[in-house]
């Protein structure tokens, strides 16, 4: 997890991007994506991050690794929408209770596709985005609370560190006896002892990493950045890619005729 | 908030004045610190001596301006000003260093987390950045003659030494008058604690601020102050300054020539003594005639690490082992003593060789006289089987407890094995805990944490022991006990493995030393050359 989230390597164009700008863009995406479901508006939408994918320093190979079990949990939506879906339009394969239709069929896909074209921007945003930088952004342009936002990103680099600890826990209370073997009701006791300790320790660290904070005068009303969060004139490329991508959706779904909002019944 | 210093870069050393100071932190009936009269002027190095309970890391925070406001039911008492002002009013005139390395570090990025206090001032941005590489030229993070650390270098990626180290640079970033550290070496192995220690002198030798350190470990700190403070508890809320919290000030030598005695008893490090502890007797001490030796534990090409295999799509790749080909053999009423510099795999072969963590490569194997029926690889036995044969004590004892009272606490190994709670009387005894049955465990002090750690797994008699940096932050006192114990232990046929840095310690339980030497490579490799 940590690993996944840091970028030395990457010098992607997109790298050098305000995160804020690649921010609204992800969201201008995910916003008409989440609008309708169909699969010429999700496959159009996939077909122009799949194109962003060089400029963000992403692999077909890093997006498996990083990736793996959001593609498979759209491609088991995809599937189990195929084969529960009530059929439509010519029966494809008929075996017991599974039938698989042409309507059920281009739902299922549909589905699925809508499922990658949603998640995609979020790993495209988050790798090639430094959190500092993100929190920068958040703070100097768009004005959030500077207390929320740098303290969420401290909290953030102790969920690292808690992520050790919780293996520390369990090692430790195996060596007390406490095992992760048993009856279901006394692994989900063990389950909850160890997360209990966990909890004790996070509060510990959390309250020291307070004071240290604090003691480092942190929490006033004002405070200046040392990391200015300047646009450029890549951030202008980067919101008319997004809004592209989500306008190039809308327009290929109304061409195709095949858009149709969320909340509307099928067939309307 | 930002005084009109803000943007200067000289350093104002700044002068401490406490007068009938006293602090009751709230939900508690008595003070941690009462009727204190001390005053430091400015530019002067104060190491803080006292026993725990002394309220010594209530006065730092304090100073550091941390400690809450008064009202919501904590009490404050008399006064406590540094340069005549209240430490609250002044944000970033002290600055202060805490224990732990990993609370010490803000921001993920090392060049970032040293401009955090400077920026929560308001210096100005370039003001900010010339302090930034000034603070890491200072404390040595940043040495220009070859491997140096970047500004965007990771901080997770520093070792305990170097993140105390950036803690400094960022307290030095905000150009305090006042310095404070609270045991800012109790966490480190022997070359950090000398790697944190000389930071300090030098940026004290260049700033000219004030130091208020402490510190159990004397001799570490003796050579760099100029003043020994020792405190006493205070005696109770409601009578008015009838103990003084100052025991003794004074000069270094003076102050340790007139209360070493005292300062013994209290438990704290006083240069140039090792307590008394009990000697190896019996013929399992030393290097006995081998007939008479019981092999009970084997590594053979051993390879470890602490992450699990992970998935990369279809894919599962082994984690790279921080030590391979590891060979050992631990014998009944031997010590095997493990040593060798942090990151070196000490810690992680010790949980191997415990059965808590999967080998990676090679194997661990338990022989017949201490498997007894349950097969040789101890990280496949269940839990319980494992306590009544290798019992581990970590580092952190609270990461251990599982219960909330010190007397469940030491029957829960005996009550899920079904006997042996015969056993656990003597170990209270033993072990001074009598006295604490009802407390909760997470409410006790340091030393009598570790000794209920140590107590607890050996309430399941386990034939080994597996200790992990026993001695690590333990006052005197402590330490001589857990010695003298483990010394019984050993003679009476049980055999302790420890990982530890402490030579005294090792050189009372004799045995063999096994020293492990980092594999040089990822993250080791930048703390080499960093070093």
């Known amino acids: ?268 | 908030m930002p005084g009109p210093e803000a943007g200067a870069t000289e350093v104002r050393p700044a002068a401490i004045s406490a007068q009938g100071w006293g602090w009751r932190h709230s939900g508690r009936a008595s003070q941690a610190i009462h009727a204190l009269d001390l005053n430091i002027r400015p530019g002067e190095r104060v190491l803080l001596l006292g026993p725990s309970g002394a309220g010594k890391s209530t006065l730092l925070h304090a100073l550091a301006g941390v400690l809450g406001e008064e009202g919501d039911d904590a009490d404050e008492t008399g006064s406590l000003l540094v340069d005549g002002i209240s430490p609250r009013a002044q944000r970033g005139r002290a600055g202060l260093m805490q224990q732990d390395p990993e609370t010490q570090v803000v921001l993920s990025r090392l060049g970032d987390d040293v401009a955090f206090g400077a920026e929560n001032l308001c210096v100005p941005r370039d003001e900010i950045w010339k302090r930034v590489h000034e603070a890491l030229d200072d404390v040595g993070l940043r040495s220009t003659a070859g491997g140096g650390l970047a500004l965007d270098h990771p901080t997770s990626a520093l070792s305990g030494g170097q993140k105390q180290r950036l803690a400094l640079a960022g307290i030095l970033a905000m150009r305090p008058g006042l310095i404070l550290l609270d045991e800012p070496t109790a966490n480190l192995d022997p070359a950090g604690v000398l790697e944190v220690r000389d930071a300090v002198g030098r940026c004290l030798d260049k700033t000219g601020a004030t130091l208020v350190v402490v510190e159990h470990r004397v001799s570490v700190w003796k050579d760099l102050v100029d003043r020994i403070v020792v405190l006493q508890p205070g005696s109770s809320s409601s009578t008015g300054g009838s103990t003084p919290a100052v025991l003794l000030d004074g000069d270094p030598d003076t102050v340790l020539a007139q209360a070493r005695d005292m300062l013994i008893r209290a438990g704290v490090w006083v240069p140039g003594y090792v307590p008394a502890t009990r000697p190896r007797s019996g013929p399992a001490g030393g290097s006995g005639p081998a007939r008479r030796r019981e092999l009970l534990l084997a590594t053979h090409d051993l390879a470890v690490s602490r992450d699990r295999p992970r998935r990369r799509g279809f894919k599962t790749i082994p984690p790279v082992p921080v030590q391979a080909g590891l060979d050992a053999e631990v014998f009944a009423g031997q010590a095997l003593t493990i040593t060798g510099p942090n990151g070196a795999g000490k810690s992680t072969f010790a949980l191997t060789l415990a059965g808590l963590l999967a080998p990676v490569s090679g194997t661990v194997t338990a022989a017949v006289g201490l498997s007894d029926g349950a097969g040789d690889d101890p990280f496949k036995w269940k839990a319980q089987q494992l306590i009544s044969r290798i019992g581990t004590v970590f580092q952190e004892p609270e990461h251990q407890f599982v219960t909330g009272r010190v007397l469940d606490e030491l029957m829960f190994g005996p009550k899920h094995l079904g006997h042996g709670e015969d056993r656990v009387d003597e170990l209270l005894e033993r072990l001074r805990l009598g006295h604490l049955v009802e407390a909760n465990p997470y409410t006790l002090s340091g030393g009598e944490k570790r000794r209920l750690s140590v107590a607890t797994v050996l309430a399941a008699h386990p034939r080994v022991l597996v200790l992990d940096e026993p001695t690590f932050g333990q006052d005197a006192n402590t330490w001589a006990e857990l010695a003298s114990f483990l010394s019984e232990l050993l003679d009476a046929g049980t055999s302790v493995v420890s990982v530890t840095h402490d030579r005294e310690f090792s050189s009372v339980l004799g045995g063999t030393e096994m020293r492990l030497e980092p594999a040089l490579q990822g993250r080791d490799r930048l703390e080499a050359g960093a070093a």
């Open chain 1, 1 to 268: 997890m940590r690993e996944a989230l840091t970028l030395r390597a990457n010098n992607a164009l997109l790298t050098r991007a305000n995160p804020l700008a690649k921010f609204v863009s992800v969201f201008l995406i995910t916003l008409v994506l989440a609008l309708s479901i169909d699969l010429v508006s999700a496959s159009t939408a996939l077909l122009g991050e799949l194109a962003l994918f060089p400029l963000a320093g992403l692999t077909v190979r890093l997006l498996w690794q990083r990736g793996w079990p959001l593609i498979i949990a759209a491609a088991l939506g995809g599937w189990s929408t195929t084969i529960l879906s009530a059929s439509s339009g010519r029966v494809l394969l008929d075996v017991g209770i599974w039938s698989i239709s042409e309507g059920s069929l281009q739902l299922g896909v549909g589905f699925m596709l809508r499922g990658l074209a949603i998640a995609l921007p979020a790993l495209l945003l988050m790798s090639c985005t430094d959190p500092t930088d993100l929190a920068d952004a958040l703070a100097q342009k768009a004005k959030l609370p500077h207390r929320f936002v740098l303290g969420t990103l401290a909290a953030l680099r102790l969920v690292g560190l808690m992520a050790e600890e919780w293996q520390t826990i369990g090692m430790a209370r195996r060596a007390r006896g406490v095992g992760s073997q048993g009856t279901p009701r006394q692994r989900s006791k063990a389950m909850l002892g160890q997360s209990f300790g966990l909890l004790v320790q996070a509060i510990r660290r959390a309250s020291r990493l307070a004071v240290t904070m604090e003691a480092r005068g942190f929490g006033g009303g004002r405070r200046t950045w040392a990391r200015e969060s300047t646009y450029s004139r890549l951030d202008v490329w980067v919101l008319a890619g997004g809004l592209l991508i989500a306008a190039a959706a809308v327009l290929a779904a109304q061409w195709a005729g095949t858009w149709h909002f969320v909340w509307l019944k099928q067939g309307n």
